[in-house]
């Protein structure tokens, strides 16, 4: 299964609402993962099951979407949320990820 | 609190055989997969596959031919190898925790622990 996550980069200021999206080429249900990535360290656990907030995860990340069409919001950008940010399918095997969308300061 | 520690060689030369190690700390070694993700420098991720503490594994088909992992219950700990390796596989390897998770009569899967990554380099 392909995930096609958009945009691949954004630049946006502290206080922006931001939103990603993650397409997948047939459907998975909820089974998304989506994980934060800071330069030279492991990918961290944000959202599972498509809209499941992890446990000591900011209130201000959310998930939704089913079937085939994902978002990961932002609702209000701090400065430690610049990142890289990756969807991941656990529907079927292999497990696959999206090619990842930066987070950049504008 | 769970923590992976993870080892192994760092440069490789063409055709030899990586061969990384995760041990798991602080929880329990059952009722979980074991997963290997890696990232080449400068992309994204890629799953290689996954082992659970019965021995029964899961692999990525693009590298299921050179692919081993194995799992060592007395140590909790569990193991890649990838052998025949070209420059291609140059990337940070991590080790991870998949948590089954039941969910409105639903069973989700996510990688709630990462290791901190191991560099391996293959040049001649």
């Known amino acids: 299964i392909q995930l096609t996550q958009s945009p691949s980069s954004l630049s946006a200021s502290v206080g922006d609402r931001v939103t990603i999206t993650c397409r997948a080429s047939?459907?998975?249900?909820?089974?998304l993962a989506w994980y934060q990535q800071k330069p030279g360290k492991a990918p961290k656990l944000l959202i599972y099951?498509?809209?499941t907030l992890q446990s000591g995860v900011p209130s201000r990340f959310s998930g939704s979407g089913s079937g085939t069409d994902f978002t990961l919001t932002i609702s209000s950008l701090q400065p430690e949320d610049f990142a890289t940010y990756y969807c991941?399918?656990?529907?079927?095997?292999?497990?696959?990820f999206g090619q990842g969308t930066k987070v950049e300061i504008k | 609190q769970v923590q992976l520690q993870q080892w192994g060689a760092g440069l490789l030369k063409p055709s030899e055989t990586l061969s990384l190690t995760c041990a798991v700390y602080?929880?329990?070694?059952?009722?979980?997969?074991w997963n290997w993700i890696r990232q080449p420098p400068g992309k994204g991720l890629e799953w290689i596959g996954e082992i659970n503490h019965s021995g029964s594994t899961n692999y990525n088909p693009s590298l299921k031919s050179r692919v081993t992992i194995s799992v060592d219950t007395s140590k909790n700990q569990f193991s890649l190898k990838l052998s025949s390796v070209t420059a291609a596989d140059t990337a940070v390897y991590y080790c991870?925790?998949?948590?089954?998770?039941?969910?409105?009569?639903?069973?989700?899967?996510?990688?709630?622990?990462w290791g901190k990554g191991t560099t391996v380099t293959v040049s001649s």
């Open positions: 047939q459907g998975i249900s909820s089974y």
């Open positions: 602080g929880g329990s070694f059952s009722s979980y997969y």
């Open positions: 991941q399918q656990l529907n079927s095997y292999p497990r696959t």
């Open positions: 991870a925790r998949v948590l089954r998770e039941q969910l409105s009569g639903k069973i989700y899967y996510y990688m709630d622990v």
């Open positions: 099951a498509a809209s």
